[in-house]
């Protein structure tokens, strides 16, 4: 399995960002599947999660209110909406899927077993 994650660039503080996580291999319709977001010198922290039937979605709440989490089976891609960008929200946006065994969303990274390359978010102010 292979996450390609896409669409980060620079943007003004107040902007906003569509970000793509196109997976490839297998289907992952049954895989619960998240962003996580690292900037320098600080751990991977959770973003959003979505579950694999896209029922249920959780998201960390600095990003509450400005970011969703979306997907499409029939496409094998996750999307996050970010709006009203801020520089905190700036770091390496990392997508990642859980096993096709595991439906239910996670908010640990250690539960996911692939991951994307990472796509740069740079929020200036």
């Known amino acids: 399995v292979q996450l390609q994650a896409s669409g980060g660039g620079l943007v003004q503080a107040g902007g906003s960002l569509r970000l793509s996580c196109a997976a490839s291999g297998r289907t992952l319709s049954n895989s619960a599947m998240s962003w996580f977001r690292q900037a320098p010198g600080k751990e991977r922290d959770f973003v959003a999660a979505i579950s694999g039937s896209a029922g249920s979605t959780s998201y960390a709440d600095s990003v509450k209110g400005r970011f969703t989490i979306s997907r499409d089976n029939v496409k094998n891609t996750v999307w996050l909406q970010s709006n009203s960008l801020k520089p905190e929200d700036s770091a390496v946006y990392y997508c990642?899927?859980?096993?096709?065994?595991?439906?239910?969303?996670?908010?640990?990274?250690?539960?996911?077993?692939?991951w994307g390359q990472g796509t740069q978010v740079t929020v200036s102010s």
């Open positions: 990642a899927a859980r096993s096709p065994l595991y439906s239910r969303l996670s908010l640990k990274p250690h539960d996911y077993v692939y």
